[in-house]
């Protein structure tokens, strides 16, 4: 079966430091891949998503990431993060020509002041 | 323009008594979602409508019914509560991009869901 797995489930950072955190898959299929943001008390929003192209992929507030087809991954980073990162981060995959999309358990990511 | 939209925001039942979560909405998305999140866990998929007259089983369906009334609703129904399934609920839809058939979902506000 498909599946996600964020590698980190809790992460402190202070203000400025680098962030990298980890997603793997184990589809072997054509994927499209996705970062979702949840902020304290909000709703998940989209940070970024992958279908096809450029394997390195910007999206809002400064946040990228690359997929490494090879490796089945797709990590986010920002080179230098805020206070107001501070969030719950999940890495999705959906099968490429499907509906579905799973979900990796999240990672919470403290920025401290 | 609201999005998604979900009711109740939060809700208490007894076990075994049965709800209806509500979803809609405006963005003209042809297909919707319904999700728990639970601590640990992510999101767990229950059940999805892919266009509007079609329903699938998620990885947790079992203990849960929906029905995508029209295109803009979807919802879900729980026929005899259980404490397992205190959670908080999610609603998604999402429409096509470019070649694919479904694209990034747009996400509601949450039903935090009680069962004692």
């Known amino acids: 079966a498909q599946s996600v797995s964020q590698h980190n489930h809790h992460v402190i950072l202070s203000e400025a430091a680098s962030l990298e955190l980890g997603c793997n898959y184990s589809?072997?299929?054509?994927?499209?891949l996705f970062w979702y943001v949840q902020y304290p008390g909000q709703h998940l929003q989209l940070l970024l998503k992958?279908?096809?192209?450029?394997?390195l992929v910007k999206g809002i507030k400064g946040f990228e990431a690359e997929f490494i087809k090879s490796k089945f991954s797709f990590n986010l980073r920002k080179p230098s993060v805020q206070w107001s990162d501070t969030a719950e981060y999940f890495c999705?995959?959906?099968?490429?020509?499907?509906?579905?999309?799973?979900f990796g358990a999240g990672t919470r990511l403290f920025v401290k002041a | 323009n609201a999005g998604v939209t979900q009711t109740p925001k939060f809700q208490v039942l007894k076990t075994g008594q049965s709800m209806t979560l509500q979803c809609a909405q405006d963005?003209?998305?042809?297909?919707m979602y319904w999700y728990r999140q639970d601590p640990g866990m992510g999101l767990r998929l229950i059940y999805y409508?892919?266009?509007?007259?079609?329903?699938d089983k998620g990885e947790v369906p079992n203990g849960y019914n929906v029905s995508r009334l029209n295109k803009r609703e979807f919802s879900l129904r729980l026929e005899s509560a259980a404490p397992s399934q205190t959670s908080v609920y999610f609603c998604?839809?999402?429409?096509?991009?470019?070649?694919?058939?479904?694209?990034?979902?747009?996400f509601g506000p949450g039903t935090r869901l009680t069962v004692t």
């Open positions: 998604a839809s999402s429409g096509t991009s470019g070649r694919t058939l479904a694209s990034e979902q747009y």
């Open positions: 963005m003209n998305h042809n297909s």
């Open positions: 992958y279908f096809s192209g450029d394997p």
């Open positions: 409508s892919a266009s509007e007259g079609t329903t």
């Open positions: 589809y072997g299929g054509t994927v499209n």
């Open positions: 999705a995959v959906m099968q490429g020509g499907g509906f579905k999309t799973i």
